[in-house]
């Protein structure tokens, strides 16, 4: 069973920024294609930001310019930088594969403020 945990989260300013990380355990890790997920209060999870096995990204448009998924296979962790904040990106964020998930780990809040 994969574990997943997310860190990075915090409190910060609109216009600041944030760097998260989410270590997975698992000998697989780098086969997947890993994404960084969102849920704010009242809505359903949604996906951020997405990159493939290789490093191939892709962005929902609500962050494209914004934010920047990256990878480290040998360390088995998936970032996201994420610059020029905005009070509607808080959120706890989460990580994990393409589905079928895994197990969903706790997730790491931000916060924005205006």
């Known amino acids: 069973q994969v574990q997943l945990l997310e860190s990075g989260g915090g409190s910060v300013q609109a216009g600041g920024s944030l760097r998260l990380s989410c270590a997975a355990s698992?000998?697989?890790?780098?086969?997947?294609?890993m994404g960084w997920y969102r849920q704010a209060p009242g809505k359903q999870r949604e996906l951020v930001a997405e990159?493939?096995?290789?490093?191939?990204?892709n962005y929902a448009d609500s962050v494209k310019g914004r934010f920047t998924i990256s990878r480290d296979n040998d360390k088995n962790t998936v970032y996201l930088q994420m610059n020029s904040l905005e009070p509607a990106d808080t959120a706890v964020y989460y990580c994990?594969?393409?589905?079928?998930?895994w197990g969903w780990g706790q997730g790491t809040q931000v916060t924005v403020s205006s």
């Open positions: 994990n594969r393409n589905q079928p998930y």
């Open positions: 698992g000998s697989m890790f780098r086969i997947y294609v």
């Open positions: 990159i493939s096995s290789g490093g191939s990204p």
